[in-house]
């Protein structure tokens, strides 16, 4: 029977598509240009929350309406009681879809916005009345946040970018924009559905007047955007935009491409936007959102809340209504703007399908204000191996070396695009070998690369179509032997795999890569890990003991110890046995004495042993205060004069005591004179008998190595050259090559007339040519020639040699 390895489970592949950005400028002043914060085709959607910090009370919602530039004396909302933040407001987040099982929140973006000007002081630089106060000491871009279920903020958080800051360049109302990636955050709560509340927005408290004249009015506010998924609902196409775009009645028609993705081919096109802006009135209209239809005409967008000729109009609404579920709810927040919303493409009038952009554009010829975030969401077209399950069967679960597995690899489309160019590719692990494929169907072809280990297969177009059945890709590979393991010191070994898919649409072409799955989440969505074949090895290795171990020793009758508890430790099993036998001669007499011998074996479960065993000798009561020292059984070796070739070996002698049946002998030997023949050296050799009482007696040989010197005639060297010219080569008469033969050099020198030049009866060397006067009649230089000379060895029986010696200057 084969069991499976691992459980199948659903894996989807999420596409990317880039997004490009295009936009024309005829009129507005773009002070930052609008660039993708985020863009990913995944299966969920977006949701926000939002609220003002400026408002008519510190913590009444205001429902009037009045524009943000009628008043001079806009006050900041604080709801918190905290002495540290100078503004605050929070806002619900609900689930956005409580049908949708298995959601996860995937990114959390924080926009903070306001207009900074400096407040508005006299001439004497004292503060004007009703204009705030006193400037807040806070950099604009830090903020405070607190998540649901908590009562403290965070630590305060800094903007990851300042996206504009007008104050720079001292630009009208000089307003800010700043952005936080909180999805850390968030992912970390047990529940991201909650409230948030947001403090300390730095802004211009009171009255505002923009430079160059004219009461602009205050305004600001903070807003959270949040990207989720659900692996049931259907692919969309999200994109934010962020950026900063002052919109006037002379400078307007921004307009932004959104671009990248294909709409479904049939039915309804469903899409939804995300805006964040400020400085739009309640009571000043002919501001427009507009979108370019699919008749090339623009068209003004609307919601009930929205008029379509004052669409920012000091409002935070979702879904067509104002969004409420925030403190203080007001429902004019007098110059800040949030909304998500569906846009009404009825007829698909708007973006019809199979499209692949959609243009938005930013207008007015009366109202200011300034947009710095633009988000869409559409449904879109794309293919999806969404259930691309990677996994092995064998006879255990954990197979063994040498066993042959079978890996199977789940297919099926689960988008809604034809797949095509669709190729699977995985790398055969170096544990594993090759063995073939299962009989495939003619529209799937396989290779293997042996030296890559590369296994490849290409599938026909046409075979995984959106109403394509699922099919199974099987293959065999065989684990190596137990050879190849040897040097892994453990009982498995994992072996990872992984299959990657290349493939793009049959509509949307854009290319894409999915990758098998090992673990699945518990919505049944793969996490893209590799597979894990746990391999078991087969065990060799025997157990070993934890503790130190207890060597032999030797006790009297009163001294045996008791038996070390010893605990065995193993790389393959968890929990060894250790078995323990003890067993004692001689009835255990201490009037006699006894050995204990004690055994301890370790055994794994693969039946892998080590055995240690301790030898205990109990001394008898009579020998405890033994004096007696052992005695040697052999013949002692003595000492010896040898030459060089005629070393003998070193004898092995034994001993015997009265109390101890086994004595212990240590032997030890050196040598002088590095052991040199030439001069001779002494050995010495040692031998220690010791009882187990202590007490010992020595042997010690001594060997002498008689130098081994070369003394026959036929060694003699003598000098046939002599030039006395101090150059350090033949300056003396010299005889060589008997050194250390105790031989009296006689030496005689004559000239040509048979005359003796030089005598000397204890020759050492050291004649250099000169004459002495006895033997010329004048002391002095020989000249140079050739001289005749006569060696005698004094009282030796060596017969004196002769030979001719040439003597010269130079």
Known sequence: MKKKLLQKKINRAVGFLMLVLAFTNANAQLQKEFSPRYSETITGDFTMVANNVLSRHATNAYNGNGSNHDFSDNVFIDIDSDPTTFNSSSANLSNPSPGSSCMTIERVFLYWAAADKEYEVDGSGTPIAGNGGVEPSWNFNDIKLMLPGSSNYEATLTADEVIYRGRDDHFVNDPYICVKDITSWVQGLSNPFGTYQVANVKATEGQLLSHGGGRTGTSGGWQIVFVWQSPLMPQKHITLFDGYAHITSTQNNFDVTFDGFQTVPNGEVKANMVIGSFEGDRGISRDQLLILDTSNSWEPLSTPMRPANNFFNSSITTNGSDFLDRTPASSNTLGYDASLFNLENTGNSLITNNQTSATVRMTSDQEVYGLYLLGMAVEVYEPSLNSLDLYATASDENPRTGETIQIYLDVANTGNDNIRNLSFSTTIPEEMDFISVEPLPHEITYNFDSVTRELTFNIADGYTDVTSAPYTIQYAVRIKDDAYFSSIPTCTFNSDSQTAAMYTGEINTTQQTSNS??????????????????????????????????????????????????????????????????????????????????????????????????????????????????????????????????????????????????????????????????????????????????????????????????????????????????????????????????????????????????????????????????????????????????????????????????????
């Open 517 to 810: 799955s090992f673990t699945f989440d518990e919505c049944g969505v793969g996490n893209g890990d590799p597979t894990t074949i746990i391999i078991s090895i087969t065990d060799v290795q025997a157990p070993v003991f934890a503790e130190n171990l207890p060597g032999d020793i030797t006790v009297p009758c009163n001294g045996v110890p008791d038996a070390a508890v010893l605990t065995a430790i193993d790389y393959c099993d968890p929990d060894p046995s250790t078995t323990f036998t003890e067993t004692a001669t001689n009835d255990r007499s201490c009037e006699t004495g006894y050995e204990i011998t004690r055994t301890w074996t370790a055994t794994d479960s693969a039946n892998n042993t080590f055995t240690h065993t301790q030898i205990i000798t109990v001394i008898s009561d009579e020998c405890i205060m033994d004096e007696e020292a052992p005695t040697f059984v052999e013949e002692l070796p003595q000492n010896l004069i040898v030459d060089c070739d005629s070393i003998p070996e070193a004898d092995e002698l034994t001993a015997i005591d009265n109390c101890d049946a086994d004595p212990v002998i240590t032997f030890t030997e050196t040598a002088t004179n590095n052991e040199d023949c030439t001069t001779g050296y002494i050995i010495t050799r040692t031998w220690i008998a010791v009882d187990n009482n202590g007490n010992e007696t020595t042997h010690t040989q001594l060997i002498i190595v008689e130098a081994d010197m070369p003394c026959d005639i036929e060694n003699l060297v003598v000098s046939k050259t002599l030039t006395a010219n101090g150059d350090g080569i033949n300056d003396v008469f010299e005889i060589s090559g008997l050194e250390g033969c105790d031989y009296t050099y006689h030496l005689k020198v004559f000239n040509r007339w048979g005359n003796i030049v030089y005598e000397n009866s204890d020759y050492s060397n050291d004649w250099s040519g000169f004459a002495p006067k006895s033997s010329l009649g004048n002391s002095g230089m020989l000249s140079s020639g050739t001289y005749y000379y006569i060696i005698g060895f004094g009282n030796n029986e060596i017969k004196p040699v002769n030979g001719y010696i040439y003597i010269g200057s130079n």
